[in-house]
């Protein structure tokens, strides 16, 4: 089933090239059909990229969903045309009375700021806190799951020595789980970050469980037990080329940096990486649907509350 979002957003052109199901809302209202309803707070610079990036990983259920983009009034984005702001993403402030199956927050470039440094923090603060009664299921992306991790539950971050920087292998701790159903026990994701979380801050918070990690990355997954809130460390929605993209903007500003580890063939820039990890990412966001949203959330969306929700079974 496809996604449905506006009729004119740049995404839908680039994903009805790649054969990815996309229905406009004048289709969808004709349809008898409870979809699901998606918010996405996307706090990324290349916003339009990441529109992309972010609806064909949604999109690739059996699942009809219907997506809301947010932004944070309280930050000026410098690198999105304000047309395209103001055509196809609402201020907090507009939704905040609406509840949603789901909501997306993204990464941002601001890790090595302290939290509280963050112009939009107080708004996202107040995003999180409202999510706990109006969305049934939040999953968190790279910076937006270390800021989830660190407001729920007290986990801070901490500086690398060096930027976490290309394509990792990964290890799926329990093939049980519903958001690692379908996994193979060791995968590839891509990072992005200069610094990260303990997992053993992960490990001794209860109400969380520790999913998968990266003998070189770290943590990369983890969720509340009850399956509200997912926290992935990497960007697993990256393109082919989106490392590529920021190890060329870096170099050609002279930004120390890397050859992004296991990413070039032969870690030599001038040959075009192989896309090892599209499959992985499809998956994660498809049990995320599945198994922490649709089969858990309330078919009244009125109904719910900010009761807990009873663990996700195996």
Not at 57 to 62: F, G, K, M, V
Not at 73 to 80: F, G, I, L, P
């Amino acid at each position: 089933m496809p996604v449905r979002i506006p009729d004119d957003l740049p995404a839908a052109r680039q994903l009805e090239d790649e054969n990815i199901f996309v229905m406009t809302k004048e289709r969808a209202y004709h349809q008898d059909i409870r979809e699901l309803r998606i918010a996405v707070l996307n706090l990324m610079p290349t916003k339009i990229v990441t529109e992309t990036q972010i609806l064909r990983l949604l999109a690739n259920t059996p699942l009809q969903t219907d997506i809301r983009f947010i932004r944070m009034a309280t930050h000026d984005a410098k690198n999105t045309p304000t047309e395209h702001l103001d055509a196809f993403y609402e201020p907090l402030d507009e939704v905040l009375h609406e509840k949603f199956d789901g909501l997306v927050i993204t990464g941002a470039p601001v890790e090595t700021l302290e939290f509280e440094e963050v112009d939009y923090w107080p708004e996202l603060v107040r995003l999180m806190d409202w999510s706990t009664t109006n969305v049934w299921s939040t999953m968190h992306i790279c910076w937006g799951a270390q800021a989830g991790l660190y407001h729920h539950y007290g986990i801070g971050k901490r500086p690398l020595a060096s930027k976490m920087f290309g394509l990792f292998h990964h290890d799926a701790l329990d093939l049980r789980e519903p958001l690692l159903r379908g996994f193979d026990e060791v995968f590839l994701a891509p990072h992005s970050r200069h610094t990260e979380v303990s997992s053993e801050d992960v490990r001794r918070e209860r109400a969380l469980k520790l999913l998968a990690t990266s003998p070189e990355a770290g943590v990369y997954l983890a969720a509340s037990r009850d399956g509200r809130r997912v926290f992935v460390t990497g960007h697993p929605e990256y393109d082919r080329l989106t490392l590529k993209a920021e190890y060329d903007r870096d170099t050609g500003n002279g930004v120390p940096i890397g050859i992004p580890a296991n990413y070039f063939p032969g870690d030599d820039p001038s040959r075009p990486p192989v896309m090892t990890w599209r499959a992985h990412a499809h998956l994660l966001y498809a049990n995320w649907l599945n198994y922490c949203v649709y089969q858990e959330t309330p078919y009244d969306l009125g109904a719910l509350g900010g009761g807990q929700a009873q663990e996700i079974l195996v």
